[in-house]
Nanobody, 125 residues
Framework: VQLVESGGGLVQAGGSLRLSCTASGRTFSRSALGWFRQAPGKEREFVAAISWSGGNTDSADSVKGRFTISRDNAKNTVYLQMNTLKPEDTAVYYC???????????????????WGQGTQVTVSS
């Protein structure tokens, strides 16, 4: 699976962005997907994840109530809607795909085997 993120950019605090990640490959619709981020000088951290069907989602406490993950299997695309952005959300955001079975989501980066190249999100104060 190849993953390509888009939608990053510069936004003021309190603003919104929607990230997209489009995948190639036949197993997309059977794979759980996740969003992770990495800020300068920090380790990569979990942001949100969604099961293969979209029926289950999870997100980090730091983004709960502000970020929403969703997917459209017909378009091979996963989204991250980010609202009420804060300067501390500034990071490179990566989408990732788990192997196609069992299709359950995970918060652990080492359980994802395909990664996009990342898209920069910068939130100014």
């Amino acid at each position: 699976v190849q993953l390509v993120e888009s939608g990053g950019g510069l936004v003021q605090a309190g603003g919104s962005l929607r990230l997209s990640c489009t995948a190639s490959g036949r197993t997309f619709s059977r794979s759980a997907l996740g969003w992770f981020r990495q800020a300068p000088g920090k380790e990569r951290e979990f942001v949100a994840a969604i099961s293969w069907s979209g029926g289950n989602t999870d997100s980090a406490d730091s983004v709960k109530g502000r970020f929403t993950i969703s997917r459209d299997n017909a378009k091979n695309t996963v989204y991250l809607q980010m609202n009420t952005l804060k300067p501390e959300d500034t990071a490179v955001y990566y989408c990732a795909s788990r192997p196609p079975f069992p299709g359950t989501l995970s918060v652990r980066a080492n359980e994802y085997n395909s990664w996009g190249q990342g898209t920069q999100v910068t939130v100014s104060s």
